[in-house]
């Protein structure tokens, strides 16, 4: 079991950026699949990226490739999503997660960060 936390969300002007990092306590982030999801009001979830353990990265919508990047720091255990050129329709609530070797699913969760997007 891997404990998550979020923090780096808040309130930013369009254009602007912003760096998320989820923290991982009781397991080295490099021994799980990691991702970032994100959830806007009334929806379902929606996978932004991850990175799993040899490294290797995907991005989920296209909406977000080349603005987003995902990377994995282990000294620090943390995985980080840096944001650019943020957009109002970016604004939501951004969740960290860790998916384990052979797993089919996410199975740990952070409660999430608020990224919200002002025009």
């Known amino acids: 079991q891997v404990h998550l936390v979020e923090s780096g969300g808040g309130l930013v002007q369009a254009g602007g950026s912003l760096r998320l990092s989820c923290v991982a306590a009781g397991r080295a982030v490099s021994t799980y699949t990691m991702g970032w999801f994100r959830q806007f009001p009334g929806s379902e979830r929606e996978f932004v990226a991850s990175i799993n353990r040899p490294g290797g990265i995907t991005y989920g919508a296209d909406s977000v490739k080349g603005r987003f990047t995902i990377s994995r720091d282990a000294a620090k255990n943390t995985v980080d999503l840096q944001m650019n050129s943020l957009k109002p329709e970016d604004t939501a609530v951004y969740l960290c997660?860790?998916?384990?070797?052979?797993?089919?699913?996410?199975?740990?969760w952070g409660q999430g960060t608020q990224v919200t997007v002002s025009s």
């Open positions: 997660a860790a998916r384990r070797l052979g797993g089919a699913h996410y199975d740990n």
